[in-house]
C-alpha cells in the first residue's frame, strides 16, 4: 500500500490525505454531537421520570401501589427485604429480574439505569426508595430517543458526506492551482533532456511564471539560479572544448610546416651527397634551422601546458630576482640581435627586487622585445621602461587594430598584415606572455594607437 502511494502524484497524496484527516474530524464531531444528544435526551426522560415517581410516591404510601401509569410505561413496587426484592404490585414485563436487581441498589438512593427487557426492548429505568421496605421502579421505553438518535446520525452522515466531497473537490482545486509553478518548473526539467548539450553552452529554457507562494518563489528562483550556474559551465565546457580544437588543429598545423620542410631537405640532402656533395652543407643547415624552430614551438607548448595544470605542477622556480637587472641583459640581447630597432631604456629606480623565476621572466621581456621587432618596419623605435611593480614595452609602429587586440593573446593567432612584419611567427610568444604573468600573480596589459604599441606588465601580486 505504501508503494502504491508514493507512487501517486503529491497533488493526489496531499488530497488522500485531507480527505483522511477530515473524515476523522467529521468522525469525531459526529460521534460527539450523537452522545452528547443521547445524554440530553436520556437527561430529559429522567427528568420526566423524576417527576412521575414523585406524584407516585403518595399513592404507593397509602395504598402500596401505583395508579396512574403513562402509556407504554412500567411502574412496579418492590418490597426489598434481607437481600431480595419481591414483586408487590405494578405492571410486570416478562423480565422483571433485571428490574429487581436495581431495586436491590434503589436502597442506598435513587438509581437511574438503560436495560434491554426481553420481547420488550430498550428501556430507561429509574428507582427510588419510597418508604422503608418498598422501592418504586420506572422503565420508560427509549424508542423515540433512539428514533431521534439515528434521524440525528443520517443527517450527520448526510452532511459529513457532501462537505467531505465538497473538501475533497475544493481542495484538489487549490492543491493543483498551488502545485501548478511545480509542475511548470517539471515541464521546464523535461524540456531541457530535449535539447541537445553536446556542442552548445546555452540551456534555452527557464523556469518562469508566477504565483504559488513565498515557498515557490523561492525554489523557482534556486531553480532558475541552478540553471545559470549549469549555463555558465556549460559556457565554460563548450569554449574549452573549442580552444582546445582550435589548439589542436593549429599546433598540427604548425608542426606541419617544419616537419614538411625538414623531409624536403632531407631528400634534397640525400640528392645532394650522391651528386653535388658542395650542396650538402646548405641543406644540413637548413634542416637544423627547421630542426630549431619545432623545438623552439615544442618548448613554447610544452610550457603552456605546464601552465595550464599548474595545480598539479608549479612550473615556476621563484626567488629574489632584480627587475633591473633582468631588463638590462634582455635589453642588450635585443640590440646585438636586433640593430636595425633602435631601443632605448629607462630602467627605473635600481635596485627593483621582486620575488620570481628570473628564467621565465626573462623569457616575458624576450618574447615583448621580440613581438616589437617582428611586427614592425625596420628602423621603428623601442623603448623598455621598468617601474616599481613592472615593466613598459613599447613601440612606435602602426598599431594594432581594434579587431585583432581582444586576441593578440590568443595561443596562435596572428594579426593580419595590416601591421608590417619581416618574416611569420609561432602565433605562441604573447600567449606565453600572458600565461608566464598570470603564473606569477600579474597582469599584461595592451594599449595600441596609431604610433605607439605598449605592453605594460603589472607584477603587484608577486
Not at 450523537?34 to 423524576?50: I, P, V
Not at 631537405?265 to 634542416?287: Q, S
Not at 637544423?288 to 601546458?305: G, K, P, Q
Amino acid at each position: 500500500m505504501r508503494v502504491r502511494l508514493r507512487g501517486l502524484r503529491l497533488g493526489t497524496r496531499l488530497v488522500l490525505g485531507l480527505g483522511v484527516l477530515a473524515l476523522v474530524v467529521f468522525a469525531a464531531v459526529g460521534t460527539v454531537m450523537a452522545t452528547s444528544m443521547r445524554s440530553y435526551l436520556d437527561g430529559k426522560l429522567d427528568e420526566q421520570m423524576r417527576t412521575t415517581q414523585i406524584a407516585e410516591t403518595e399513592t404507593v404510601k397509602t395504598y402500596g401501589n401505583v395508579k396512574k401509569v403513562p402509556q407504554g410505561w412500567y411502574s412496579i413496587v418492590f418490597a426489598v427485604q434481607d437481600g431480595t426484592a419481591e414483586l408487590k404490585s405494578g405492571d410486570r414485563p416478562k423480565d422483571v429480574e433485571d428490574l429487581g436487581r436495581i431495586a436491590l441498589e434503589a436502597r442506598g438512593g435513587d438509581v437511574y439505569r438503560t436495560v434491554h427487557l426481553y420481547d420488550e426492548g430498550t428501556y430507561r429505568v429509574r428507582a427510588c426508595a419510597v418508604v422503608d421496605g418498598l422501592v418504586l421502579v420506572s422503565a420508560a421505553p427509549t424508542g423515540d430517543r433512539d428514533s431521534i438518535l439515528r434521524q440525528l446520525v443520517g443527517l450527520e452522515v448526510v452532511v459529513f458526506v457532501a462537505a467531505l466531497i465538497a473538501f475533497v473537490l475544493v481542495g484538489r482545486g487549490v492543491l493543483r492551482r498551488g502545485l501548478r509553478p511545480l509542475s511548470d518548473m517539471a515541464d521546464t526539467a523535461h524540456n531541457i533532456t530535449t535539447h541537445d548539450l553536446t556542442d552548445t553552452g546555452r540551456l534555452p529554457v527557464r523556469a518562469s511564471g508566477q504565483g504559488g507562494g513565498v515557498e515557490v518563489e523561492e525554489l523557482r528562483t534556486a531553480f532558475n539560479t541552478m540553471l545559470d550556474h549549469i549555463d555558465s559551465s556549460l559556457a565554460a565546457r563548450t569554449a574549452a572544448e573549442q580552444r582546445l580544437r582550435r589548439f589542436v588543429a593549429d599546433a598540427s598545423h604548425e608542426l606541419r610546416t617544419p616537419l614538411t620542410s625538414l623531409r624536403g631537405y632531407a631528400d634534397l640532402f640525400r640528392y645532394a651527397a650522391a651528386n653535388e656533395p658542395e650542396e650538402r652543407e646548405a641543406h644540413l643547415e637548413r634542416m637544423r634551422a627547421e630542426a630549431a624552430r619545432m623545438s623552439v614551438l615544442l618548448d613554447d607548448l610544452l610550457l603552456l601546458a605546464r601552465l595550464d595544470s599548474a595545480e598539479a605542477e608549479t612550473p615556476l622556480r621563484k626567488q629574489d630576482v632584480d627587475l633591473g637587472e633582468l631588463a638590462s641583459d634582455a635589453a642588450s640581447a635585443f640590440a646585438a640581435a636586433h640593430p636595425d630597432h633602435p631601443l632605448t631604456t629607462d630602467l627605473g629606480p635600481s635596485p627593483v627586487r621582486l620575488r620570481a623565476d628570473p628564467m621565465r621572466l626573462r623569457q616575458v621581456l624576450d618574447n615583448l622585445l621580440t613581438n616589437a621587432a617582428v611586427h614592425t618596419p625596420s628602423g621603428t623605435a623601442v623603448s623598455l621602461t621598468v617601474f616599481r611593480t613592472g615593466v613598459v614595452v613599447a613601440d612606435a609602429g602602426p598599431g594594432i587594430p581594434d579587431a585583432d587586440r581582444a586576441r593578440v593573446f590568443d595561443r596562435f593567432y596572428r594579426v593580419d598584415d595590416s601591421r608590417a612584419r619581416k618574416r611569420g611567427g609561432s602565433g605562441l610568444g604573447l600567449a606565453v606572455v600572458d600565461s608566464l604573468v598570470a603564473a606569477h600573480g600579474g597582469v599584461v596589459e595592451l594599449s595600441s594607437e596609431p604610433g605607439r604599441t605598449a605592453f605594460t606588465v603589472r607584477l603587484d601580486g608577486v
